[in-house]
């Protein structure tokens, strides 16, 4: 097929598709999966060899949260049976940490719900931060705390925080119409508070929405632009007694599509399968592993995840390993990028922004770098770091169950009853992944 080895040809040299070959992917049949996951996976590994970074979470603060993100079940008036409690103490959230990374998490990603932090969150998080990395010097910490004031990102990068997250989620132009309470720009701004103070750019989206095509394209080469450095892909889990609970869009081959169209954007740049992988990929998630080079391990903010065990199993099946805290986990050339100092390189002015999502650029950079953005015009010779050649095998403690699929439907048809999204704690008074 012409596209795809117009594609691999651009992702081999870190170059980003045009926007109509990125709407190519997403129109591309089911007869062509097995060749566009291929052709993705040939990027995938030219950056990144056959690694595979495991990210844990732990929800600090969970609930309640005065803001009316549609997809979100902690959003305000949800009505969705989450568990709701206020700050973990950092001994609390040091203990849940050190279970993911018994499980071969290198990056610990500390979250909070809410609009955004004050000066106080901002003690509370750094003190956490401070008691985890004491336990774990080694730890990557990404924060992701919502809409950041003025010197916030500062303090948590003084405190240790190596990232931060803010997803941009949706396109520009839909953005209104799945959140009202702020806006598509008050998350680029975040993105480039942190990405100018020197933290490390989480940015990616959320995919299954209602969206079209061109929405999906859209933020993904906007994510590009800003310069996440990870760009995490959710895939929307519709929690019942929230807006998009009847939106069931997608299929594992959908989510395929989607992650390779990802890839091929962001050819160089940690690209996370995210919040969802489990209810939509389902038996797919191997075929995951040969696009994105970065996944979560255990469970999620509000939702059960795969078992960790599993995950792990599921990793070295695959024919992967691992990635090691001692290892980088981007090329070279973006972890030059990356480490750049306060005040230059990406996130200074308007160019590139911090990484996660919510902000520019979640589950996939976005708005391709044409003009020589982060990430674009990679020498052909750059190469990531060697493969883990000792995988972890550690079981995870405390980390969530399966989640529950039923029988294929005969039909083709998208079913919503083919699996059940399982709750976080459901039934109990346990914290999120403690």
Known sequence: MDLLDTLTAKGLRGEAPTREE??????????????VVAAAGRVRRQWFGRRVKLNYLVNLKS?????DCSYCSQRLGSKAEILKYTWLKPDQATEAARAGVAGGA????????????????????TDTISAIKEADPAVEICACLGLLSDNQAERLKAA???????????????????????TYADRVDT????????????SGLIAGMGETDEDLVDVVFALRELGSDSVPV??????????????????PQRCLRILAMVRFVNPDTEVRIAGGREV???????????????????DYLTSEGQAGQADLDMIKDAGFEVEGAGEATLPRHRSDIAAAPAGGGCGTGGGCGPCGGHASAPDGEADGHAGGACGGHVPAAARPAEPVTEPVTEPVAA???????????????????LVRVRRRGAGTELAPNA
């Open 22 to 35: 990125a709407l190519a992917v997403l129109a591309t049949t089911d007869d062509d999966l097995l060749d």
């Open 63 to 67: 609930g309640l949260c005065p803001e």
């Open 106 to 125: 290198k990056r610990v990603c500390l979250v909070a719900s809410g609009r955004g932090p004050t000066d106080r969150d901002i003690d509370r998080v």
């Open 160 to 182: 240790g925080a190596d990232a931060y997250n803010h997803n941009l989620n949706t396109s520009e132009g839909t953005y209104g119409g799945i959140t009202t309470t702020h």
């Open 191 to 202: 993105v480039q508070k942190a990405h100018g103070a020197g933290l490390s750019a989480c």
């Open 234 to 251: 959710n895939f929307l889990i519709p929690f019942e007694g929230t807006p998009l609970a009847k939106e069931w869009n997608l299929t």
């Open 280 to 298: 939509h990929l389902r038996t797919l998630q191997p075929l995951g592993l040969h696009i994105a080079n970065s996944i979560f391990l255990g």
């Open 399 to 417: 980390v969530g169950a399966t989640t529950e699929a039923a029988a294929a439907n005969p039909n083709d048809e998208l079913r919503s009853d």
